[in-house]
């Protein structure tokens, strides 16, 4: 293996274990109903081709600690067309939420957003040790911000998918909360995934 390829998975693991210990969040986790203790996951090794950049951990996924351990996993998976053992195959599929961390509910027990500060100190040294990364699959607005450098609505983003594709997909959140949501674009189910599932297709071959 050349001397660089070992380099960069060296530092990849360093990486990896100083966010696995990262603890800036413990106060304002531990302030929250469910008072959580950090537990960051960390889900990517540095020959990914496919990017899943997602919002933060529910409280499922902080239980498991692997990525999309839920419902909008599964569905998630679904409008990929990949077999769990697919999706959790970290040679070639990278999850990096904005949060590593699961934020605790709000009043109306929805998720809370990622902290801002996590993006802030981790994502961008993340995206330096994904260099093959060939599809970004951008979960959320969260994310959509992120990797676009574009605020509005992700009704909209979505809707402008052919603007990014092949190499973005913006997509709303697999939640059961946007079940409405797809009812009422049904364009989404059958105009964009019939395209990205053909992308998520021809990198995993
Ligand atoms: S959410 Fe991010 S910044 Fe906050 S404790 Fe977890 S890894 Fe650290």
């Known amino acids: 293996m050349p001397v660089s390829k070992v380099e960069t998975i060296g530092t990849a693991q360093q990486l990896k274990d100083r966010i696995r210990s990262c603890r800036i969040c413990a106060e304002r986790f531990a302030a929250t109903a469910t008072a959580h ?22 409280l499922r996924v902080h239980e498991s600690g692997r990525p999309f351990t839920d419902p909008s996993g599964d569905r998630l998976r679904a409008w990929l067309g990949l077999t769990e053992a697919a999706f959790y195959d970290k ?13 605790g509910y709000n009043g109306k027990k929805a998720d809370l957003p990622p902290p801002a500060v996590c993006g802030k100190t981790w994502h ?4 330096e040790h994904l ?22 609505p992700v009704t909209e983003l979505v809707r402008g998918w052919r603007d990014h594709a092949p190499q973005v997909f ?36």
């Open 37 to 58: 203790d950090p537990r960051p996951v960390v889900w990517f090794r540095p020959s990914a081709r496919i990017l899943i950049a997602g919002q933060a951990p529910g």
């Open 124 to 127: 961008d040294q993340v995206m």
């Open 131 to 152: 260099p093959d990364v060939r599809l970004k699959v951008l979960v959320g607005a969260h994310a959509q911000r992120y990797h676009l450098g574009i605020k509005g």
């Open 91 to 103: 040679d070639r599929v990278a999850v990096v939420p904005m949060g590593f961390c699961f934020p």
């Open 170 to 205: 913006p997509l709303p959140h697999p939640s059961w909360r946007n079940t409405g949501w797809l009812k009422k674009n049904p364009w989404f189910e059958a105009e964009l995934l019939p395209v990205l599932r053909a992308r998520v297709k021809e990198l995993m071959t």
